[in-house]
């Protein structure tokens, strides 16, 4: 469409042009150039333009008005040919004009820039589209990191109880044993003294398990990760925003799953610190009959982008990972809103 725009802007002032500078101007010359040149743009193939070229050979020669349109027959064979068009200059030897020739010579520069831009804009384009695919890829690694992260301190406080538990049935193990012999031989002990030095003896033994129980009580912890506090501690960081933040969810979330939802929770208070100007933030996280829905929304009064960016897509494969369902919309402000379904997060 704009070739063809252009192509008429051509038209007009080379006709202009034509009926100022002669007096004999032809009106049919000046029709039959519209049809003939525009003709070019009805077919796509190549050889097109030599025909009519050889039909423009011959009508300047039957009449010189056809010199005049000379610059839009270097237009056309530019946009098939680029550097043939500098052939057309061979037609002002039958009717040389200084200004026709210096207007064919910017025509012909004219879509070679035209050309040259069209090429930078494609390569641009290929490069644009290369740069968000790579940051997609960049994105979801660094997704998959901050998960075997998470996976890696829960597999190191799962060793950590376990080593735990070895120790106490370590220690447990030997101080109940040499307790149960120890006792077990008191019935056949019928000195006092020694009696006495048997139950202080056992009554060591049974402290000293009592104190191992106790040490590895206290170094066995939770280290699964709390979804609702580590929330919180998202939602402490909002520095400048009134944060609602309402939990109400009984049902046990899998551990890759609670990463997740915090990675979209996180990426969610992130883009509204960088790009919404809102005061407040809502985070709802609820549990119903069959599903969990997950809403995030803010107060801002600016309309997100058409487009998604990087954050949206990273965070709409991570739900379409459980079959679930993300949507965003504006509504006196924006809002995340996902709906996980439990047979696909249990």
Known sequence: ????????????????????????????????SFILFFSVD???????????SGIFVVNIILHPGWSYYVPLLSFSVAGRYRGWSLVTFIFYLAAPKISLIV?????????????????????????????????????????ELLKNHEKDIHMAGLNERNRIA???????GHS?????????????????EKIKESLSLLQRRLKSGMDDIR????????????????????????????????YDVDMDIGHEVRIDILS???????????????????????????????????????????????????MQETVAKYSGIFNTFYDEGFTVHITLYKEGIR
């Open 1 to 32: 469409m704009r070739i063809i725009i252009e192509k008429l802007i051509l038209y007009f002032i080379l006709t202009a042009f034509y009926f100022v500078d002669t007096g004999q101007a032809s009106l049919i010359v000046a029709l039959l």
């Open 42 to 52: 009805l077919f796509s193939r190549r050889f097109t333009i030599l025909v009519i």
């Open 103 to 143: 207007l064919s010579a910017i025509v012909i520069y004219m879509v070679y820039l035209r050309d040259m831009m069209a090429g930078f804009k494609q390569e641009n384009k290929k490069i644009r589209d290369q740069l968000t695919n790579d940051n997609l890829l960049l994105r979801k690694q660094h997704n």
């Open 166 to 172: 070895r120790d106490m049935h370590d220690a447990l």
């Open 176 to 192: 109940l044993s040499s307790s149960i012999l120890l006792i077990e031989s008191l019935q056949y002990v019928r000195d006092e």
């Open 215 to 246: 040490m590895s009580i206290h170094h066995l912890y939770e280290t699964s990760i709390d979804l609702e506090t580590r929330i919180e501690d998202y939602t402490n960081e909002m520095d400048g925003f009134d944060v609602n933040f309402y």
């Open 264 to 314: 979209i929770v996180k990426e969610s208070l992130t883009n509204i610190k960088k790009h919404s100007d809102a005061s407040g933030v809502g985070i709802f996280i609820k549990e119903k009959n069959d599903f969990l829905t997950i809403s995030i929304k803010d107060d801002g009064t600016m309309e997100p982008r058409k487009t998604k960016g990087m954050g949206l897509l990273s």
